[in-house]
């Protein structure tokens, strides 16, 4: 049974870098049978895709955070990384990392507040 | 990108009822089209993917339909447990979008 474990800060200064880590278990980001998301919701509210990375290191991202995001991923240590530059409090949201296997995303982490604060 | 629309945004129904709630995407998207459950406070559950296959030790009350641009997820008979937010989703390109979500709450 894959697990996907969140690791990062809870709390980012306004105009830095967000950074968070997903460590995968009971699976492999060297599959070619998944692509490795990641997923937002701000309080409240829905939910926003951020982007994904495939195991050739491929990645798409959403166009709404323009060139403010980067999704690496490291095999060695089968976890994948997100990073959001220029942070405001827009930013604020829970964070969640994902695994979709082009049938829906069927694992998930369990979310990391993040919040953005001078 | 493609826009997903769910009605209602909210309804309220009995235990036992029969509970249908409609995604509409905003151009065709075939068949890529995924369901999820999410209760306050954790991660969304993938109920039903590819509009109408059931995930795996999801309960069989839950089913989808569907294609092109109108689906439909089915609550055959409501369950206390299943009182939570159900999201669409888009799977058909990127960026992947969600519907705003319907909010199934106790009558």
């Known amino acids: 049974q894959v697990q996907l474990q969140q690791s990062g800060p809870g709390l980012v200064k306004t105009s830095q870098t967000l950074s968070l880590t997903c460590s995968v278990s009971?699976?492999?980001?060297?599959?070619?049978?998944?692509?490795w998301n990641w997923i937002r919701q701000h309080p409240g509210k829905g939910l926003e895709w951020l982007g994904r990375?495939?195991?050739?290191?491929?990645?798409n991202y959403n166009p709404s955070l323009k060139s403010r995001v980067a999704i690496s991923l490291d095999t060695s240590k089968n976890q994948f990384s997100l990073k959001l530059t220029s942070v405001t409090a827009a930013d604020t949201a829970v964070y969640f990392c994902a695994r979709d296997r082009a049938g829906g995303l069927d694992a998930w982490g369990q979310g990391t507040l993040v919040t953005v604060s001078s | 990108d493609i826009q997903m629309t769910q009605s209602p945004s909210s309804l309220s129904a009995s235990i036992g009822d029969r509970v249908t709630i409609t995604c509409r995407a905003s151009?065709?998207?075939?068949?890529?089209l995924n369901w999820y459950q999410q209760e306050p406070g954790k991660a969304p559950k993938v109920l039903i993917y590819?509009?109408?296959s059931l995930q795996s030790g999801v309960p069989s009350r839950f089913s989808g339909s569907g294609s092109g641009t109108e689906f439909t997820l089915t609550i055959s008979s409501l369950q206390a447990e299943d009182f939570a937010t159900y999201y669409c989703?888009?799977?058909?390109?990127?960026?992947?979008?969600f519907g705003p979500g319907t909010k199934v709450e106790i009558k």
């Open positions: 590819a509009a109408s």
């Open positions: 151009q065709y998207i075939d068949t890529y």
């Open positions: 990375i495939y195991f050739s290191g491929a990645t």
């Open positions: 009971g699976g492999s980001t060297s599959s070619a049978a998944y692509y």
């Open positions: 989703q888009q799977s058909y390109t990127t960026p992947l979008t």
